[in-house]
């Protein structure tokens, strides 16, 4: 499996801002602290460990003098060495641990400047000392006269400051990023139907975006105050003739005309409703806490008790409360139930609980809708030339259009597929959690 670079990076911009932040600060201290260490630490090894070359060389001429082994010693001890005879043969490489970077330059320094070296032992202690074989002798040094401490404090030092710098920066980061967050929580509550209180803040930029946003949040919401005024007002003016109207015609004798034009009057007066729901929506409504596996199955009773086969099936998950608006998302959901009856003769509903999201979903053995046509289906006043026509049975082609209104207001979509298990049409109300 190959890995992506976008698959390994963080998704949020908090997280990515802070590995631009991290990465170029541990790439500094890194290069800083390798070549700090091998210049500066090598170089200073090598100097000191120079610096004993003429104390040895003075051993080593005491040592060739009549008696001089009595005076090699205490020379030896007055500068902190020890000599003593070799026992056994030295050994056959020098030795030193591999994580040792100085210990290579001090074997490097006595190789060159000590004639008749046979081999330079590191020993890691306790005590750390270095043991120099010579033709019969072995003279042990302490280790701290050779090379420089490790740069343990250095290190600690850098790395604590670093660690504080990178601390300081993250806070301002979050505070450069909070206003950030707090636009897109406002977006997101405004796409499910809800308002969020947001003033903008922050930088000049997220400012910038904050006051369009609400800017845009206002226009819309006029948008909906005055399209929902307007169809009031029209549903109103048409409601009172057509109540005239029924009343006209329950005054006159039934017979096969006045039982047409009745007929005529409730297809507009359903008309009339169908509009009015289709451009109010769910504007009139405010969210509260709702239990969508109990809106579902009213659905399906009410559906149950007006004579459709409609089946509902329970589903293991359960996501309890949610924030909707009840009464939308039932009248969404019964519109896709007498979809589903009115074009097949048998319907199961079920709801299906995600992470984010919860679906309800509608099946029947109806027609279907062809794949081509399922974008088309959910526009308004769409005719179908298929058998699968929403306009049928006496409805404008609305239903599908509400349905998928409500859910883009709770912040989901309306999916229109297959239905494995009928074979017609499979809806999806999709709201987001």
């Keep these: 499996m190959t890995l992506r670079p976008k698959s390994i990076l963080p998704r949020g911009l908090y997280g990515r801002s802070a590995l631009i932040l991290i990465i170029p600060v541990v790439m500094i201290q890194l290069v800083v ?198 169809l009031s007002g029209i549903s109103h003016d048409l409601r009172t003739p057509l109540t005239r109207l029924k009343l006209g015609l329950a005054m006159l004798p039934e017979d096969d005309e006045t039982r047409a034009l009745s007929g005529d009057v409730a297809q507009m007066q359903r008309m009339v409703d169908e509009f009015l729901a289709f451009v109010r929506g769910d504007a009139m409504e405010e969210p509260t806490l709702a239990d969508p596996a109990a809106l579902a199955r009213a659905v399906v009773e009410n559906a149950v008790r007006a004579g459709h086969d409609v089946r509902w099936l329970p589903s293991e998950a359960t996501v309890g409360s949610i924030s909707l608006r009840p009464m939308a998302v039932a009248r969404a959901l019964d519109n896709l139930v007498g979809n589903a009856v009115r074009h097949g003769t048998r319907a199961e509903v079920s709801l299906l609980v995600g992470e984010r999201s919860v679906r309800l979903v509608v099946e029947d053995n109806g027609p279907g809708i062809p794949a081509d046509r399922r974008d088309e289906a959910i526009l308004p006043f769409t005719r179908l030339d298929s058998a699968r026509d929403p306009n049928r049975g006496g409805g404008v082609g609305l239903g599908l259009s509400i349905a998928a209104d409500v859910a883009l207001s709770h912040g989901g979509q309306l999916r229109l597929g297959d239905s494995a298990r009928l074979g017609g049409l499979r809806a999806e109300l999709v709201l987001a959690r």
């Design 33 to 230: 602290s390798i070549n700090f260490i091998q210049r500066h630490y090598e170089g200073v090894t090598r100097q000191m460990a120079e610096g004993l070359v003429p104390q040895i060389g003075i051993l080593r001429e005491r040592l060739g003098d009549p008696g001089g082994n009595t005076g090699a010693a205490a020379i030896a001890t007055a500068l902190d060495m020890a000599i003593a005879p070799a026992v056994g043969p030295p050994p056959a490489a020098d030795l030193r641990d591999f994580w040792d970077l100085s210990g290579r330059a001090v074997i490097a320094t006595f190789r060159a400047e000590l004639a008749g070296l046979k081999a330079v032992e590191l020993v890691d202690g306790p005590p750390r000392s270095v043991r120099l074989w010579l033709q019969d002798v072995v003279i042990t040094v302490p280790r701290r006269r050779v090379s420089a401490s490790n740069p343990h404090q250095l290190l600690v030092l850098m790395i604590a400051t670093s660690l504080l710098m990178t601390l300081v920066a993250i806070y301002f980061l979050r505070m450069q990023l909070r206003p950030i967050t707090r636009l897109a929580e406002a977006a997101e509550a405004f796409g499910k139907g809800q308002r969020l209180p947001y003033r903008p803040r922050g930088a000049q930029e997220v400012r910038a975006a904050g006051k369009a946003f609400l800017d845009m949040r206002g226009r819309i919401e006029r948008q909906i105050e005055q399209r929902t005024l307007m």
